[in-house]
């Protein structure tokens, strides 16, 4: 049992074997709280074992790359979802279900809840979303998966898009999520896309099979790190 910041105990064991996910629209700031998170458990003992959602693994990465280097834009959004499923079936069989089992402490950046919001904002409706989900990852779903909440407007300035360059290229697709895509091979879809992705998300702790918290993170990556932090113990004391 070790003793972290505002007096709250936390004992890392309760860890072992748990499966988190940070999830949200681009730009929210996955990655860094990916790192705080990953640095914070290890310094308490935790094993951690990071991944990423679509890819790692061999086969996963495949996938992706097909997600990534190829022209979607007559790719239907249902296509798109069950390629999504195939990696993640992959990356669970492979890396998740073994670490889990080893004891390690699983962090993944996005899962099956991206896919719920941004093939859920292409037309695919969540409850076929998550029913291709149970296929692909069986009862290996997160204990916990934090949202990382901010407006598509924020979410640009971060990464050096501006709002009136969406719309420029009508891709079906998700390609937007990736880090490591060029800003051409992004797809650029309305400003409406990625607000109703955004509402999505927000909607997911009532729809999701699995636990979900929706964190303000339009604000210093300090704050927003305290609560990741304070939602983590809260789901683990």
Same mark, same amino acid.
């Given at each position: 049992?070790? $003793? ?20 949200? *629209? ?9 790192? !705080? ?30 997600? #990534? ?8 959004? $249902?296509?798109?979802?069950? #390629? ?8 669970? @069989? ?12 699983? #962090?993944?950046? $996005? ?30 779903? *997160? ?7 901010? *407006? +598509?407007?924020?979410?640009? @300035?971060?990464?050096? !898009? ?27 879809? +309305? ?19 699995? *636990? ?26």
């Amino acid at each position: 049992m070790k $003793r972290v910041g505002g007096g709250i105990e936390i004992a890392v064991m309760n860890l072992a074997g748990k499966f988190i996910v940070v999830d949200g *629209p681009d730009g929210a700031g996955k990655g860094t709280q990916l790192e !705080r998170l990953a640095a914070w458990i290890t310094s308490h003992g935790g094993r951690c074992r990071r991944t990423r959602d679509p890819g790692g693994t061999e086969i996963s990465d495949r996938v992706r790359h097909v997600l #990534l280097g190829y022209d979607l834009s007559t790719m239907d959004p $249902r296509c798109e979802a069950l #390629l999504f499923m195939a990696s993640r079936a992959q990356l669970v @069989a492979e890396v998740i279900r073994p670490a889990l089992s080893a004891g390690e402490i699983v #962090l993944c950046d $996005r899962f099956i809840s991206a896919t719920c919001a941004y093939q859920g904002a292409a037309g695919v409706p969540c409850d076929e979303i998550i029913a291709l989900g149970r296929l692909a990852v069986g009862d290996v779903w *997160p204990h916990l998966t934090i949202v990382l909440d901010v *407006p +598509p407007e924020v979410g640009f @300035a971060r990464t050096g !898009r501006k709002p009136h360059h969406v719309g420029q290229r009508q891709q079906v697709g998700q390609t937007t999520m990736f880090d490591g895509a060029t800003a051409d091979a992004m797809e650029r879809r +309305p400003l409406e896309f990625h607000r109703r992705v955004r509402q999505l998300f927000r909607e997911l702790p009532a729809l999701y099979p699995a *636990p979900v918290t929706v964190l303000d993170a339009d604000r210093e990556v300090e704050g927003v790190w305290q609560d990741v932090r304070e939602a983590v113990q809260r789901a683990f004391q």
